[in-house]
């Protein structure tokens, strides 16, 4: 499996991994089946996302995309934040083979939930329940994948 330059950079100069304690919002997302489990945190400071860490065991997808998603929310506002899309994820890193391409949807999908869970925390309402299992559809296996 051939990844871009720019993926292999970002996953071997990965930044914001790790957990941020007392994290405002917390986004977990992933899927069972093939093992790629995401955790993104945010700390919020008049609606700006101040800091975003994350937490992934995946690929070198998972965990590139994941990187790059942290760097883009920092500094935005959570509208802001909203607006980004695997789509410009998968631009910004050349690209994905197109059996990863579900590894920058997990990266959108985890900042969604963050901000989900930080509005119901915001709310008084307890925090979004873990997320098992998402919708998308992949299989891939881990073992096989060169770096």
Not at 57 to 78: R, Y
Not at 81 to 89: G, H, P, Q, Y
Request: glycine fraction near 6%; proline fraction near 3%; charged fraction near 35%.
């Amino acid at each position: 499996m051939k990844y871009s330059d720019k993926v292999m950079e970002r996953f071997k100069n990965t930044k914001n991994m790790g957990r941020i304690e007392n994290a405002d919002g917390i986004g977990k997302v992933g899927n069972a089946k093939c093992g790629d489990v995401m955790w993104i945190y945010i700390k919020v400071e008049n609606d700006i996302i101040t800091e975003c860490k994350f937490e992934t065991f995946g690929c070198v997808a998972a965990i590139a995309t994941s990187s790059l998603a942290t760097d883009l929310v920092i500094g935005k506002t959570m509208k802001e934040a909203l607006e980004i899309t695997n789509k410009n994820i998968v631009e910004m890193l050349d690209g994905l083979p197109p059996e990863k391409l579900h590894c920058s949807v997990l990266a959108e999908d985890g900042i969604k939930r963050a901000i989900e869970d930080y509005n119901r925390r915001k709310q008084g309402l307890s925090p979004l329940p873990e997320k098992e299992e998402d919708d998308h559809e992949h299989e891939h296996d881990h073992d096989n994948e060169k770096v």
